[in-house]
């Protein structure tokens, strides 16, 4: 892929009231999630909770990418096309996670890195054959104040294979998701987070910049600057907006065409929320949207419960969730909207 089409992907991830599902959990993650509903996590369950969400009917007007797991880029929809040609078919880009999860990260006690560089090469080629447009990596950045966490190691290190990690996409044709995540457990103040994502996002863009990764190619998928889980004192929504936008503002360059947030754990409701705050004060540099996991999903497989009887309800579910998120991403969601009936297409005609 040339650079213009690697640009042309990255703006269509990003395009005007859309964003992007994340369904990539790794084995682990899903079957933890699973459990915790009694739900049996075998590939086939998998594949059926998976094609309930991207078979709702109408995602795709605000639904612009779905990250896929190694074992669902290989799995077919209930109509015999494979999961990358389904979501094709309704103009919706597949995308896939390659790192392989976070590691500690050694002599430096507390803390983590990404692997998944060996053998990147060829395994991106073998998903573009898959179908993939685009890939993701998250690096894992823990605030533990007590312990003077993060090191600049741990900073340095995610950072130097995220931008490796993104050289090698471009190169090979995906374009990157860039996710260094600060994780939102500490008891941490909301001050201290802004610190260490500021901190973090400038070296990932240093890093970026020395292997030659081109902006306009790639998405940043970062954490939103928030209070940690744990601190006594919980900022406010508009001061989690106000101070993740400008910790954007001092660290991200505006080649950048788009920047997808995760939840990180927060509640649905609430990264809805703080993300209708920030793009009411747009327009910004760059798109500011979603790449949620469990802020879009937990409803809807807390509804579908494992079982194909409820497959209608978690569409219904997932759809309403949908809209509430495409709302905020173009500043047009307001809280009461949770307990109304707002659909699809509502939320893509309040754009207007
Ligand atoms: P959450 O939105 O659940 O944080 O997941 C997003 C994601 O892709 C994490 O890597």
Redesign the pocket.
């Known amino acids: 892929m040339s650079s213009s089409d690697l640009a042309a992907v990255a703006k269509a991830m990003v395009a005007d009231g859309k964003g992007i599902l994340?369904a990539?959990e790794s084995g682990a993650t899903i079957t933890k999630r699973f459990s915790a509903l009694d739900i049996e996590s075998t590939e086939e369950n998998r594949r059926q909770y998976r094609t309930t969400l991207m078979g709702t009917p109408g995602i795709e007007e605000v639904i612009s990418g779905v990250?896929l797991y190694d074992e669902t880029i290989r799995q077919k929809a209930d109509d015999g096309t494979t999961i990358p040609e389904f979501l094709a078919s309704k103009g919706i880009l597949p995308g896939i996670k390659v790192d392989t999860g976070s590691k500690p990260l050694a002599l430096c006690d507390g803390e983590q890195v990404t692997e998944g560089l060996d053998g990147l090469r060829e395994r991106i080629a073998e998903y573009v054959d898959l179908g993939a447009k685009f890939a993701?990596w998250?690096a894992v950045i823990v605030i533990d104040t007590k312990n003077g966490l993060p090191s600049d190691t741990a900073i340095r290190c995610n950072a130097h294979a995220l931008a490796r990690y993104g050289a090698l996409c471009q190169e090979g044709g995906l374009v990157p998701i860039i996710?260094p995540?600060v994780l939102m457990d500490g008891d941490n103040d909301i001050d201290t987070c802004y610190e260490v994502t500021l901190e973090a996002q400038r070296r990932v863009f240093w890093e970026l910049a020395q292997l030659r990764v081109e902006l306009e190619g790639m998405i940043l998928k970062p954490n939103m600057v928030v209070s940690g889980k744990k601190c006594a004192t919980q900022a406010s929504a508009e001061e989690v907006a106000e101070k993740t936008l400008r910790c954007l503002y001092h660290s991200v360059p505006p080649a950048v065409p788009g920047i997808a947030f995760?939840?990180?754990?927060q509640g649905a409701d609430m990264a809805t929320l703080h993300l209708d705050l920030m793009n009411k004060q747009g327009p910004h540099p760059w798109q500011l949207t979603f790449?949620?996991?469990?802020?879009l999903q937990d409803e809807a497989l807390r509804t579908w419960h494992g079982s194909p009887d409820n497959v209608a309800e978690a569409q219904k579910v997932f759809t309403h969730r949908a809209a509430l998120t495409g709302a905020a991403r173009s500043g047009s969601y307001d809280p009461t909207l949770e307990s109304g009936d707002l659909a699809l297409t509502a939320a893509t005609a309040t754009q207007d």
């Open positions: 994340a990539d990250i993701k998250r996710e995540e995760l939840s990180g754990g790449s949620y996991g469990r802020a």
